[in-house]
């Protein structure tokens, strides 16, 4: 299909031109170590005064901090450099060219860009939450590696219609780099698990930046902790926001062109 | 045969917030904003055949552009209707879309840290290419431009002349039938304007194609255009022939003299608009000219004279000038 | 010097006139920064709920009392980055400033704090609506509050300096980039950034007052929230000026050296 192929070809031109520059991948590599380590010794400090957090053990948020990891990987691998270039696209006027293209827009600026080393978080991710999984005692079956990728897929998915809907309002209002910021720093929430927050705040991390699908719902399905309610939710909220963010965006487009909206 | 371009009373006006100086005008801004309509295109038309080169000239905010997006899709017209290649733009249509090409001086749309070779990649996913007739194209253009060594480098690493030429390569590498060609060559210097000039006459006698091209510069309308259209305030001020447009317009014309006393005072023909060692360049009206043109002849000892149209921009201004009065009309 | 400071106190004029225009988009940035205090904050007074209403000497009130203050402490002491600075250079900014008769530390000191001028007004509101959502438990120690203002003021200074330190190293390489970063995951948890220091094992303790994180970031919380005996405050002053001395210095080693490597590399 026509869309397949232009998205594949995207993905393959930025992966082949990325594997150039080898220093990259040692400095990413370097930057994720680090952050991992961060997030480890938070844990360790953390584990020194308590046994569980709210019913979570170490392990057990071991694995959060795994999804975190694997999750900001595939964020800064496929969806911000897209969504920025949104931004600088509608300043810049480069966005024209795009609309230009006889292939659907949304497509278009989704795929332009892809940083192939990010994906060393995605790595270290998984590497961290298998080791937890396995150190929990438990074995990684089929069927709870589909649950976990499911659950992982609707998270992605209603982050990027997250940030497709942030980067959509900047037809309206053009400096809006502060809003990305800020929704990057409520990210930061998803390091330990929604359920320690007070009511209006897991609302707000379940909502407004959808950590809770994000983060925690893939880690509660590692954890056997996942309800039925969780995953229905998070299918139809991912359902929901991809729809909401399309029609969204064909708003923005409407508004850019100067339609009669 | 069915015409390339129609357009019937094609108008965009946009709505604009003011707002003027001062603290008490920010705060009723709060309040309530004050909007004025300003109508960037009134209601114009005109017809292209397939195969056309036609020149848009008009100063800044005259309506060139605002035409050239509503032409390609990227506006929504306010008023009136056009019809490009039997397709209504602002549908954009894929159908429409991968008959059409726009270029952009100085805005680039090749992706900036690849080579160019791989945008054209890109381009032949998205434009659906067939393999073969796509490697065809691309031979004939890396020669046609000399490209052979600057396809292979990324984009960022290129000069400003080099980067409009694969970008105007890669902006026809789908080989489109009409060409929207915006101040395609702002910034360039002589020698690639002439370049990219020579390449877009190519492939307009090579395809047939219909090329509409807004420019600053005379040179590219003179060198590409039989056809101009002249817009201003939104409004065609003349829609035909260069050559007729000279002539239209044309009230005073040039005498370039060459006397053989240089430092005679020759202001009694005429506006001495020039003068430079050897020669005088005289502004004098047309229907002054003959009478002119013998009385020097008669009275002056001359090595050489020639009568001259005027430099086009001065037409133009000309023509500006006339609309200015028509404006808010 | 006069000249010096009047400069200084222009571009800090300045700055709080051109950050006013943007408070909108500053109250979003401070929302991260409240955003990770607020994370902390839950984290900690959870495990003290958890082990009966205490933390090494932190209740669930002083837990919230310390990351509410923790807010604005922050807002003083955050500087701007080493990748800040390479765009600065890239737009050609930097250019603009050596030919400037005043040494571009002063011009950013003053930028700076205008800047931060205008969000901490706009911070102060914030502080109130976390207090609501975390009441806090304060013990006001009067003369810990004079204190404070010094050393604020020094843990600005401190901080400030050894990042203009660390940023002006970046001439040399960008590679120098992952050394940075372990600098800053060491603050992180040094400084009394991710928990109030107490919590910390006793070696780690002694490390951080060892360091200087400690008296970037620490100190003047401590200070604040009355938790320090005029003794320590003091140590602590000297401290500061210690640290601040070896930072200072280290900027003049660094400046000419710094500037002919730019200049040698094209700027």
């Not at chain 1, 046994?51 to 959060?64: D, I, T």
């Not at chain 3, 070696?203 to 005996?229: C, D, T």
């Amino acid at each position: 299909m026509h869309v397949l192929r232009v998205g594949w070809t995207y993905l393959r031109l930025s992966a082949l031109n990325e594997l150039q520059y080898r220093a990259n991948l040692v400095v990413q590599f370097f930057t994720s170590i680090l952050a991992l380590a961060n997030g480890v010794a938070g844990l360790a400090l953390v584990f020194l005064h308590t046994e569980s957090l709210q019913g979570w053990g170490p392990m057990e948020l071991l694995v959060v901090v795994g999804v975190y990891t694997l999750i900001g990987g595939l964020i800064r691998a496929f969806i911000q450099p897209n969504m920025w270039r949104i931004m600088d696209g509608v300043q810049e006027g480069t966005l024209d060219y795009t609309l230009t293209k006889p292939a659907d827009s949304q497509l278009l600026v989704s795929v332009t860009e892809f940083q192939l080393w990010k994906l060393v978080d995605v790595l270290l991710g998984t590497g961290v939450l298998v080791f937890a999984v396995l150190k929990l005692g438990g074995t990684i079956g089929v069927a709870q590696a589909g649950l976990f990728a499911l659950v992982l897929l609707c998270g992605g998915l209603i982050l990027y219609s997250l940030w497709l809907a942030v980067a959509t309002a900047s037809f309206w209002v053009v400096r809006i780099w502060s809003l990305f910021e800020m929704f990057e720093s409520m990210y930061q929430a998803g390091r330990w698990p929604v359920g320690i927050y007070p009511e209006w705040l897991r609302l707000a991390l379940t909502f407004i930046v959808p950590v809770a699908f994000a983060v925690t719902a893939p880690a509660e399905a590692l954890t056997a902790r996942l309800t039925p309610q969780t995953l229905v939710l998070a299918l139809a909220v991912a359902a929901g926001s991809l729809t909401a963010s399309r029609l969204f965006w064909k708003v923005g487009l409407r508004h850019y062109s100067g339609a009669s909206a | 045969m069915e015409l390339a371009i129609e357009v019937k009373e094609l108008s965009k006006t946009y709505r604009v917030s003011e707002r003027s100086a001062g603290l008490v005008a920010a705060l009723k801004g709060l309040v309530r904003r004050q909007k004025k309509d300003v109508r960037a295109v009134r209601s114009i038309n005109f017809q292209v055949e397939p195969g056309e080169v036609v020149g848009f000239l008009g100063p800044n905010g005259a309506g060139k552009t605002t035409t050239l997006k509503m032409l390609s899709g990227l506006l929504y017209p306010t008023g009136g209707e056009a019809r490009v290649l039997g397709h209504l733009p602002h549908k954009r249509e894929n159908d429409y879309l991968r008959q059409i090409t726009l270029v952009t001086g100085q805005r680039n749309q090749l992706v900036w840290d690849i080579p160019a070779i791989d945008s054209y990649e890109l381009f032949k996913a998205v434009y659906d290419l067939e393999p073969q007739a796509f490697k065809r194209t691309m031979d004939e253009f890396v020669e046609l431009l000399e490209l052979q060594e600057l396809i292979k480098k990324p984009v960022r690493n290129l000069s400003l002349g080099e980067r409009m030429k694969v970008e105007i390569a890669g902006a026809l590498m789908h080989r489109p039938r009409v060409l929207f060609l915006d101040e395609p060559t702002l910034g360039l210097d002589v020698t690639m304007q002439r370049r990219i000039r020579r390449f877009f006459t190519e492939y307009n006698q090579r395809e047939g194609a219909t090329v509409l091209l807004t420019s600053h510069y005379m040179a590219d309308v003179v060198a590409l255009c039989k056809r101009v259209i002249v817009i201003h305030h939104g409004r065609i001020l003349f829609d035909g022939d260069l050559s007729a447009l000279v002539q239209k317009f044309t009230t005073h014309k040039r005498l370039q003299v060459k006397p053989e006393d240089l430092t005679a005072d020759l202001s009694s023909y005429g506006e001495v608009v020039a003068k430079d060692s050897g020669s005088v360049s005289l502004r004098v009206p047309r229907e002054q000219v003959p009478r002119v043109t013998a009385r020097l002849l008669a009275e002056v000892p001359i090595i050489d004279l020639s009568v001259e149209d005027p430099p086009i921009e001065d037409v133009i201004e000309t023509v500006f000038a006339g609309g200015d009065d028509e404006a808010d009309a | 010097m006069r000249r010096t400071l009047r400069i200084l106190l222009a571009e800090y004029k300045i700055a709080v006139l051109a950050t006013f225009q943007y408070r909108v988009q500053m109250g979003l940035e401070l929302l991260g920064l409240l955003f990770e205090g607020v994370v902390y904050l839950v984290v900690w007074t959870t495990i003290a709920r958890a082990r009966g209403g205490e933390v090494s000497g932190y209740t669930v009130g002083e837990f919230a009392a310390y990351f509410i203050a923790w807010t604005f402490v922050r807002n003083i002491t955050t500087g701007w980055s080493l990748s800040w600075m390479e765009e600065r250079i890239r737009r050609g900014e930097f250019n603009a400033l050596l030919t400037r008769p005043i040494h571009p530390y002063f011009t950013d000191m003053g930028r700076m704090l205008g800047h931060k001028t205008t969000s901490g007004i706009t911070l102060i509101p914030t502080m109130l609506l976390m207090a609501l959502a975390f009441p806090p438990e304060v013990t006001v120690v009067p003369w810990a509050l004079v204190a404070v203002v010094p050393a604020l003021a020094l843990a600005f200074l401190l901080r400030y300096t050894a990042l203009y330190v660390t940023a002006l190293a970046g001439f040399w390489t960008t590679r120098i980039g992952p050394v940075f970063e372990l600098w800053f995951l060491t603050e992180f948890f040094l400084s009394g950034r991710v928990a109030p220091l107490a919590v910390l094992p006793i070696w780690a303790q002694q490390l951080a007052s060892a360091l200087p994180f400690r008296w970037m970031f620490s100190f003047p919380l401590e200070l604040l929230l009355g938790r320090l005996s005029p003794l320590q405050a003091g140590q602590g002053f000297l401290m500061q000026a210690v640290w601040l001395a070896v930072a200072a210095l280290l900027m003049r080693a660094i400046w000419r050296s710094a500037v002919r490597q730019y200049g040698a590399v094209g700027g």
